[in-house]
């Protein structure tokens, strides 16, 4: 089956402008995870969805970061009046159960420059 | 907060040889240790894991060992081909079901 897509691959924006970013997840996982990634760090976590609600958005910087899942499936990452240290690769990635512990499936990212 | 440390940031080797990426976490509740290899440009892709209640776990020339105690595990890649070139991340989760990644190790297997 296909498995995790994000889109767009790539967003170049300007500073102060707003931005979304799509997660489609594998069908019927219920957990989804939202990351940053900067160049030569790992994934950083941001926020976890288990079905619709955000089980845990402690790692979101601040409040211009906000994600949504409304139909416990696709997931939208939204950052307003975004900034030059938004430039990164935002991952999504998903996985089957609701406890942790599974696999996770990563999608290819989406790389987010703010010039 | 929780954190996990890796070693070292980049490791070149021969082709042939064996290769070593140590992880230590802080959180005595994380009980699940992904690793994942990621290629330029690409995305993660999970390659070997171990839960906590194994001490270590094996798949053809990729193996992971599990010390609880001293809260660090290890990978290990034996027979090592150019094709294993690539980025190494861990990982750690426990009841908060948010994974912290270490920092990654850059592998290189010279030809």
């Known amino acids: 089956g296909a498995g995790v897509s994000q889109t767009p691959s790539n967003k170049v924006t300007e500073k102060g402008k707003y931005v979304e970013l799509r997660c489609d997840p594998i069908?019927?996982?219920?957990?989804l995870y939202w990351y940053r990634q900067s160049l030569g760090q790992g994934p950083e976590f941001l926020i976890y969805f288990q079905g619709t609600g955000a089980a845990d958005d402690s790692g979101l910087p601040n409040d211009r970061f906000f994600a949504v899942r409304p139909e416990g499936s696709v997931s939208t990452l939204k950052i307003q009046r975004t900034e030059r240290g938004d430039s990164a690769v935002y991952l999504c990635?998903?996985?089957?159960?609701?406890?942790?512990?599974?696999?996770?499936?990563f999608g290819p990212g989406t790389r987010l420059t703010v010039l | 907060g929780e954190n996990v440390e890796q070693h070292p940031s980049t490791l070149s080797v021969q082709e042939g040889d064996s290769a070593v990426i140590k992880c230590t976490y802080s959180d005595s509740a994380s009980n699940y240790f992904p690793w994942y290899k990621q290629e330029l440009g690409k995305r993660p892709q999970l390659i070997i894991d171990?839960?906590?209640?194994?001490g270590e776990k094996k798949d053809q020339r990729i193996a992971v060992t599990l010390n609880k105690t001293a809260k660090h595990f290890s990978l290990h890649i034996t027979e090592t081909q150019p094709e294993d070139s690539a980025v190494y991340f861990c990982a750690a989760i426990g009841g908060t079901y948010k994974y912290i990644f270490g920092t990654g190790t850059r592998l290189k297997v010279l030809a």
């Open positions: 990635a998903s996985s089957s159960r609701a406890s942790g512990g599974d696999e996770q499936f």
């Open positions: 069908s019927g996982h219920t957990a």
């Open positions: 171990i839960r906590s209640n194994v």
